[in-house]
Structures are given as C-alpha cells and as structure tokens.
C-alpha cells in the first residue's frame, strides 16, 4: 500500500501531470483538499472509489483514512492543490506516516507560481538581470523567521513571488518601499489558470489601491519584480550563434546552460 501525494496544479484540471491524473483515476481512495483542487480532477476517480475530501478533517483524521486503506491494502491518492514542495503541509503528514510505517510517494505539479507567470506571459528570469527568484510568503499570523523577512529578502533584487499574501498586500508594499522606489512593479494574479483569472498589474505606490479596489483577497500570487514589463535586456547565450551547446553547434567551443 501506498500513499500517492499528487500536486493537482493551480485549478485548471488540464494542468496535472499524466502521472498524476493517472494514479487519480487507479486509486481506490482519494482524499482531495477541498475547494482548490478542481472538480474535474476529482471526476477522473474511478466509480467504486472513496471520495473524500479533507476540508473538515484534521491531521489525526487524514491519518486514519491512510491507516484504515492500510489496513485493506488500498493505494490512496492524497491530492492537493499546485506542487507539494510549497506550502502544502506534506512534511508533517509524511512524517506521522512513517512513524507508522507506511509507504509513500509525491507526484509533482504546477504550482501557482508558474501559473501566475504563464498569465502574465512573463519569464521570471532575465538575462543579466535577474537570474533568482525568491518563493516566500508575507510575515501574518503564520510567522515567518525574522531572517526571511521581505526587507533583507528584497535586498537581492530578485524576482518575489509571495504566496498566502493577498490580505496583506498593505504590509507587503509598505516593507518593500523601504527598499525599492515607489515605482518598482508589482503584479497580482487572482485564481491564475481558472476561468475567472484576475491580473492587476501595478506599482508599489499603487497596487494597494487597485488590490483592494478589485475586492481581491484570496487565492492570488503577489509577484514583485524588476523583469514585469523590462524590455531593455540582453538576448540570453542559449540561442546566441557564437555558442554552441549540448545539441548544437556554434562558432565558438563553449557550453552555455
Ligand atoms: N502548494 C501550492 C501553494 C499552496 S499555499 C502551490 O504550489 O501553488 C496557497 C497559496 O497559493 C494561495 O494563498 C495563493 O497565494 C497561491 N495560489 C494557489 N492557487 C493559486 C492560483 N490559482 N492563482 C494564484 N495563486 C494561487
């Protein structure tokens, strides 16, 4: 028996991967996050499976549904929403899982991050710009180490993406203005890839009003960076003809990643 933990992606249910929406449609349980994984992906359960989905449960209750298809030798699809590595609580469910022994495997998936770039059509990375980008999240009720915070992370210039931020959009620009200029840009993607995806594209002088104008709270990516509608940049070396590289030959003799 083993415990699938498959990143369902950021709400568009074509956004899992094949192995995922295949272990979906085999497992004879699924146990599914609520709202935020699609319904679609959840319908790929095949008829007789267990549906269940984990918005009331706590962590003592998601064990037991592990431990009682245990006991039946039932494979679980463990199914939530973008990718597992963020957010998602998979350390301290694997961890609880092994001290009973049981078997486990995670199936990645797009996060919300990178969906929130393929709304803005934006590569988060550019050449001699900006080659980092930085997932954190804004310092609320959840705490966030004192080392993490927003000021000294921005002190990098890289490309932020901030996850479970919306709410404190306010906070967030206010840090940052402390380091960058009023009119560093900033953009918020509500509900990246579902039908009713939001972009607000903004500055940190403005984007507080124009967030909160559009009555935006939940489920969006605050993504803070120089590269948001940066023309003036180099070509990157991956296509330069003076370099070649793995598959193909340029002028010069040089490896270029
Ligand atoms: N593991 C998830 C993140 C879970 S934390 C992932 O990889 O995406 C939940 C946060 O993710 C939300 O507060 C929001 O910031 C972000 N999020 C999730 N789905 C989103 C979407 N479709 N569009 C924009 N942001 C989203």
Not at 99 to 108: I, S
């Amino acid at each position: 028996m083993t415990v699938f933990f498959i990143g369902a992606g950021p709400g568009d249910p074509e956004l899992i991967t094949v192995k995922g929406a295949r272990l979906v449609e085999e497992c004879p349980v699924v146990l599914y996050t609520g709202s935020l994984v699609p319904k679609e992906v959840v319908a790929r359960a095949h008829k007789e499976a267990l549906v269940l989905s984990s918005e009331d449960m706590d962590l003592d209750q998601i064990i037991q549904v592990c431990v009682d298809a245990d006991a039946k030798g039932l494979d679980v699809a463990r199914v939530q929403t973008g990718d597992l590595s963020i957010y998602s609580s998979l350390a301290e469910t694997t961890r609880r899982l092994d001290d009973l022994n049981l078997d486990w495997k995670v199936v990645p998936g797009v996060s919300s991050f990178q969906a929130s770039a393929a709304a803005l059509g934006q590569e988060l990375t550019l050449p001699e710009q900006c080659q980092t980008i930085i997932l954190s999240r804004a310092s609320g009720r959840t705490p966030v180490p004192e080392k993490e915070n927003l000021k000294s992370l921005a002190a990098h210039e890289a490309t932020m993406c901030l996850f479970l931020s919306a709410t404190l959009i306010r906070k967030v620009a206010r840090e940052l203005k402390e380091v960058y200029p009023g009119n560093w840009p900033v953009a918020v993607v509500e509900k990246a890839s579902h039908p009713e995806e939001r972009i607000i594209r903004g500055t940190l002088d403005d984007i507080v009003e124009k967030v909160e104008a559009a009555g935006i709270r939940s489920t969006a990516m605050i993504i803070v960076s120089k590269v948001l509608n940066q023309t003036e940049f180099r070509d990157s070396r991956l296509y330069a003809s003076e370099f070649s590289h793995g598959f193909r030959r340029g002028n010069k003799e040089e490896e270029v990643i």
